[in-house]
């Protein structure tokens, strides 16, 4: 009887240890962002507004922002099969105006899937001037982008997508790293290959130049600025 309660002692000591190894804490941080969104209209005026997002490796129930000056908004599950991970408020065209909005700072009141909650806090008080000029040149064995360089920004992102034009899908073919500029004051250039968009020359080809300012490292942004060019190139 004494070996058989030793066995079980050590059985039930051996589980505790294995629990306490296995078990984790659940990480119930959240990501949030908030930065001035700005691009040219149809009429290549600057319009200006706010982008709200949220993400987190613990399922979300719900997002909602709120600024010193702004009425409660909700967000929207992004994520796939609306998983509840990733929660986006983009503004509708309405919103964009040509006047700049005022600093603002906003809270987050976030809901877990387990009814728990959280509130964080995001400023926005900076904004950039998309670029005015984008330009898209075909030589002999590349495509060359440029434009000039847009004030105070500390990189830029350039994309390159296949677009039709009637139903206005893009389609992404190529995003290369984060560029930084060494020279602020004269036009900036990237070249892109003319054989690995071949297949696409015979589609309009959108070159899109994004201008950011970052809050800490390239995680968050206090602003962002898209302007773009369409060409058609043919083969």
């Not at 008080?125 to 040149?137: I, M, R």
Request: hydrophobic fraction near 40%.
């Amino acid at each position: 009887m004494k070996s058989l309660f030793k066995i079980f002692t050590v059985i039930v000591v051996l589980g505790a240890i294995l629990s306490s190894c296995t078990k984790t804490e659940v990480d119930k941080t959240v990501y949030i962002d908030s930065y001035m969104h700005s691009f040219l209209n149809k009429l290549g005026t600057p319009v200006y507004s706010v982008v709200h997002s949220a993400y987190s490796f613990t399922k979300l129930g719900s997002v909602t922002v709120t600024g010193t000056a702004t009425a409660v908004k909700p967000l929207t599950d992004m994520s796939v099969s609306g998983e509840g991970f990733s929660f986006y408020l983009q503004p509708d065209s309405a919103s964009y105006q040509p006047t700049v909005p005022a600093a603002e700072s906003f809270t987050y009141n976030v809901t877990y899937s387990d009814g728990t909650t959280a509130t964080n806090i995001d400023a926005v008080s900076k904004s950039l001037v998309p670029a005015q000029e984008v330009t898209a040149t075909k030589g002999t064995t590349d495509i060359n982008l440029t434009w000039k360089p847009v004030a105070n920004s500390e990189a830029y992102k350039v994309r390159v997508f296949s677009t039709d034009l009637s139903s206005q899908v893009k389609t992404l073919i190529y995003e290369p790293s984060f560029l930084v500029p060494k020279d602020a004051s004269t036009d900036l250039s990237v070249p892109f290959s003319l054989i690995s968009i071949s297949s696409y020359l015979s589609t309009n080809l959108t070159f899109e130049v994004s201008a950011f300012i970052f809050e800490t490292g390239q995680d968050t942004y206090e602003a962002v600025s898209v302007a773009n060019t369409t060409k058609y190139f043919g083969v």
